[in-house]
Structure formats: structure tokens, C-alpha cells
């Protein structure tokens, strides 16, 4: 199974609200930049064999360097990493249709932070 692995941390809910509190200007350019980081990553993995077919599930393992962020702040990077798979043409959009849950694992590597996200077909249940 390919994986889309996004070296790093991307940017929590607390970061990105300081940002748009600071300048509005900012807050869109934040956006945009881990949008296209995280499109980047999917257009690799895509690269080496990542097909979406039909409505997927979503699991999130986020490596942080530390326990510093609240859990709940890291996930809202979910956001940058489906607008990146859209962008990158992996799905059609991100709405009910297209994306059934999320399931996400958090995990303490100081060495090599990262997102490993692993889209699985959804099960109903």
C-alpha cells in the first residue's frame, strides 16, 4: 500500500488562528503554502501508485517532535491534507460523497516528524 508521507509538522489550528488574528493576508497565505506542500506529497505518492477509486477512508499517523500540541490543534492539518489531494487530483472534491471517516493515531518522534496518511476504500458500517 502506497502512503502519502509529509516530512515535517504542519501547521495547528492554534498557529493558524494567531496568524489570521495578526493579518488576514497571512492566515490565506498559510494555507495556501501547506495546501501545496501537502499536493506535493500526494502528486508523489500518486507517482508511485496511489489510485483513488470511489468513496475512501482517512487515517492520520502524526509523528510530532514533542507532546507541546494539543492533539485536537494537530488535526486540524487534515484541512491542508485533503485540499492537497484535491489539488493534486487524487479526489474530485472533499465532501460527504468522496471522503467517509477519519481515524487518526499520534505518535512522539523527535528525530523525523512526519504525517503518514494511508487512504483506505470505506466499509459502511
Request: hydrophobic share 30%.
Given at each position: 500500500m502506497?502512503k ?6 504542519l ?8 496568524a489570521?488574528?495578526?493579518?488576514r493576508?497571512?492566515?490565506?497565505n ?11 506529497y500526494?502528486?508523489?505518492a ?8 470511489g468513496?475512501i ?11 507541546r500540541k494539543?492533539?485536537?490543534?494537530i488535526r ?12 493534486a487530483?487524487?479526489i ?19 528525530d523525523?516528524?512526519r504525517?503518514e496518511?494511508?487512504i483506505k476504500?470505506?466499509e459502511?458500517?
Amino acid at each position: 500500500m502506497v502512503k502519502i508521507v509529509i516530512p515535517g509538522e504542519l501547521l495547528a489550528l492554534n498557529q493558524y488562528s494567531d496568524a489570521e488574528r495578526g493579518n488576514r493576508y497571512h492566515g490565506s497565505n498559510l494555507k495556501r503554502y501547506y495546501t501545496t506542500i501537502c499536493s506535493m506529497y500526494t502528486k508523489k505518492a500518486m507517482h508511485e501508485g496511489l489510485k483513488v477509486t470511489g468513496k475512501i477512508d482517512i487515517y492520520c499517523h502524526w509523528y510530532m517532535k514533542d507532546k507541546r500540541k494539543d492533539k485536537d490543534n494537530i488535526r486540524f492539518a487534515i484541512k491542508f491534507i485533503q485540499d492537497g489531494m484535491k489539488q493534486a487530483g487524487l479526489i474530485k472534491n472533499d465532501g460527504w460523497k468522496e471522503i467517509g471517516n477519519y481515524y487518526d493515531e499520534f505518535s512522539v518522534d523527535k528525530d523525523n516528524p512526519r504525517v503518514e496518511v494511508e487512504i483506505k476504500k470505506h466499509e459502511k458500517m
